[in-house]
Every structure is written in C-alpha cells, then in structure tokens.
C-alpha cells in the first residue's frame, strides 16, 4: 500500500472566504447543507432586502461571463418558488446575462433568521457606502437587541469599529443626501459628523464642510470649535427678566432685569415701590410731573 505524502485540502496559510461565525450558522441550520442549481424564473428578491442600491454590476457581471458564478446565492423555499436570503447582486448580474440557473445553497429558516443571515452576508463586503453599513447594523441590534460586543463579534470587527459606525445612523437623511451629492464619501469625515449634537449644530457643520471642502482633520477642528462655543454660550449666566403688559391698556410695557438668576416677588415688590418713590422725589411731590424721558432700551 502506498503512503499518501501529498497534504490535501487548503495550505496552512489560506482560510476561507467567510468568517467562522458565518459558516458555522449556516451549518447550524442543516445539517448537510443542499448546494444545487435552481432556475432563474423561480428565484424572487428579498423584500427585505438591507442594500439600498446594488450599485454597478458591470465588473460582476463580466466575472460571471468569464467564470461563472464561483459563490452559490443563498435561498430559502418559498411555496413553490425561492426567496434570496443573500446574493442578490449575483443573482441580477446573471439574470442579466441571460443566465437560465444558478447554484444556490438552499436553507429553511424564519423570517428573522433570513434577516439575520442577509444582514451579516452583506455587512461582511467591501461595497456598502457606510450609510448602508450603519444602517445595517443598526438593524442587526434593533432585531435581536445584540449589544455593540455582540455585533463585533458577529460581523468580525472591533467593537470600537462597530460603535463608530453605528454612530453614523444618527445622521439624518437630509444631511446624507446633502453629503452624497457633494461627493463627500470620507469615511473618516462622516464618522467626525456623526458625533457632532444636537442635530442643528451637526448640519452648520456640514454646511461647513460642503462650502470649504473639508477633511477629516479640519472637520475635527470645526467641530471641536464648534463644541466650545455652545459650551461658553451654556456658561453664560441666565438672568431674571420681570416683563409686565397690563391686559386692558396696551400703551405701554414694563421690562425688568434683574443681574442675579432668581428674584423674589417681594424683592420685586420692593424694587417697584422704590421706582415710585424715586420718580415722585425727582418730580417735588407734585400730582402731575410733567412728560417723563425714557431710555429706549431694545430687548437682549
């Protein structure tokens, strides 16, 4: 008998293109996972679909052409068709070439399980703009209330990562669109963005950044300049403002300011009986002092 000396299987130095977590949750669900070729015309999209856009496929599709599809779309049966859970852009890009089937991993599983799946297959690409990403992610927590440890392990990343990136869902859609159509993509850019509150000083900064095309560093800069000025303006002292309007004669107001925060009504009380006092001393006593002069002092 011959002794095998050639080492079959990867070389020690390769791994597969999944991560473990990956592969190991689809063979959790089955136990030898079903791998066949199933028709175009019976395959249906995700209606769940995490991707916004699928974004161009040309240089998938030439792969396709040349090679064939190398990664099986997964799906599950659906009656009498199937739902892609991942691997819709495949899935178009040989539809388009005119493709009458494709290898396919079926797998039966809920509805939320396909999400899961879906979400964890797409976020582990390289071609989600990071809106995509967070938003994503973001998804993958709300659905299974995951913690940011959770999803780092899930999609392997850091956690640090993740926390950054999820951050960025908090940008509204208004500002993104903004952003999109400046050609502001910087990861690192939107990442600073996002950190930036409330939601009003978030959008001068992006104002900001969109007039005087800013980068990472002078968007940090802005912000932080930004942050201390709200600080200064949240340090200023508030002080008591007595505004009095009477309700049957609108000829006139009375405006008060105090130079301390808090004013007692018999402070105020006193304070009012000592204007009387002082404008009867001034005008001799007399009933009737004549037309009085007044500062018109314009409300802060």
């Known amino acids: 008998m011959q002794t095998k000396t050639k080492k079959s299987g990867l070389p020690d130095n390769l791994i597969m ?5 990956f ?14 070729m199933i028709p175009l015309d019976r395959i249906e999209p995700n209606p769940r679909q995490p991707r916004s856009e699928l974004g161009d496929i040309q240089e998938l599709m030439d792969s396709i052409r040349a090679k064939g599809v190398l990664e099986p779309i997964i799906v599950r049966p659906k009656g009498e068709k199937f739902e ?11 539809k388009n070439l005119g493709l009458k089937e494709i290898p396919c991993i079926e797998m039966t599983v809920d509805d939320q399980e396909a999400m899961e799946i879906s979400l964890i297959e797409n976020l582990q690409r390289k071609d989600l703009d990071i809106f995509e990403e967070a938003d994503g992610l973001k998804a993958l927590m709300n659905l299974y209330g995951y913690s940011h440890q959770e999803v780092a392990d899930k999609i392997g ?11 960025v869902s908090r940008i509204p859609v208004d500002l993104r669109e903004k952003l999109k159509k400046a050609g502001i993509t910087s990861r690192s850019t939107i990442i600073e963005i996002a ?5 009003t000083l978030m959008s001068q900064v992006v104002e900001r950044i969109i007039q ?41 107001r009375l405006r008060i300011e105090f130079k301390k925060q808090v004013v007692t009504r018999q402070e105020l009380i006193n304070i009012l009986e000592g204007i009387i006092r002082q404008l009867k001393e001034e005008s001799g006593g007399k009933a009737n002092p004549g037309q009085l002069k007044l500062n018109d002092n314009q409300d802060k």
């Open 17 to 21: 293109r999944h991560d473990p977590h």
């Open 23 to 36: 592969v190991e949750l689809i063979a959790s669900k089955t136990s030898a996972p079903r791998i066949r």
């Open 84 to 94: 892609i859970i991942a691997g819709e852009r495949r899935f178009v890009a040989s």
């Open 157 to 167: 990343k850091a956690r640090s990562t993740i926390t950054e990136i999820i951050s």
């Open 195 to 199: 950190k930036v509150e409330p939601e």
């Open 212 to 252: 005087n095309r800013l980068t990472r560093t002078d968007t940090r800069d802005l912000t932080k300049l930004f942050k201390e000025k709200e600080e200064k303006d949240k340090e200023k002292p508030k002080f008591f403002v007595f505004n009095y309007v009477p309700k049957d004669n609108k000829s006139f």
